[in-house]
């Protein structure tokens, strides 16, 4: 199992840029989870999936943030502009949910920096 | 909010010394989860207790769970020096069908060899 792969792991840009943030789930989960970590905030969930279907995006943080699950095996997170509070690690995770609860399973996070 | 809170915010033992962290949250629960995360990779899942449980243990982790003062606390045993980290928990509920998961801000944790 080759858990949750995020990409790129590393993002450096410059404001107004556009950046776009990948996620591959594990295989067979149905959930997907955005979430944003910074000294200041801690972790804040930005949106989650089920079954490919945008659940609650009340913590997307502005217009400029959207995210999108075409299929079961891909997210995007992207910020169009890009400013310099959008600085953050960005991690994406997974879950199955099926009747019970179940972890989240975490990637390693995409370290962004806008300049 | 019903995001849950950590305490301490750091705390630095020694080697061998038991280690607890606290959590408070503010609304109901179905279940309360601890995370762990090493510096610079995302979170692993350690232990899940539901909200009819008082307890949970899971090999040197001890996780206790009090629904009425809406708190819980985790106690590591024997720590070692790889179990510097922070820790995190989190509260859960079912909506449409999906899990939201909201964190609290974690405890650093360091482990003194």
């Known amino acids: 199992d080759a858990g949750v792969i995020q990409s790129p792991r590393h993002e450096v840009t410059e404001m107004g840029q556009e950046v776009t943030l990948r996620c591959k789930p594990i295989?067979?989960?149905?959930?997907l989870f955005w979430y944003r970590q910074t000294m200041m905030r801690g972790l804040e969930l930005l949106i989650y999936?089920?079954?490919?279907?945008?659940?609650?995006d009340s913590g997307m943080p502005e217009d400029r943030f959207s995210a999108k699950m075409p299929n079961a095996s891909f997210s995007t997170l992207k910020i169009q502009p890009s400013e310099p509070r959008d600085s953050a690690v960005y991690f994406c995770?997974?879950?199955?949910?099926?009747?019970?609860?179940?972890?989240?399973?975490f990637g390693n996070g995409t370290r962004l920096t806008v300049t | 909010s019903q995001q849950g809170e950590e305490d301490p915010q750091a705390l630095s033992i020694q080697e061998g010394e038991n280690a607890t962290m606290n959590c408070s949250y503010k609304?109901?629960?179905?279940?309360l989860q601890w995370y762990r995360q090493n510096s610079g990779r995302g979170l692993v899942h350690l232990i899940l207790?539901?909200?009819?449980?008082r307890e949970k243990h899971s090999g040197r982790l001890r996780v206790t769970l009090d629904t009425s003062k809406k708190s819980s606390s985790l106690l590591i045993t024997a720590s070692r020096a790889a179990d510097t980290a922070s820790y995190f928990c989190?509260?859960?509920?079912?909506?449409?069908?999906?899990?939201?998961?909201?964190f609290g801000q974690g405890t650093r944790l360091t482990i003194n060899p």
């Open positions: 989190a509260t859960d509920a079912i909506i449409q069908g999906a899990q939201k998961l909201v």
């Open positions: 295989s067979g989960h149905n959930s």
């Open positions: 999936f089920n079954n490919n279907v945008p659940i609650d």
């Open positions: 207790i539901r909200s009819n449980e």
């Open positions: 995770a997974s879950s199955l949910v099926a009747g019970d609860y179940s972890p989240l399973h």
């Open positions: 609304t109901s629960i179905n279940n």
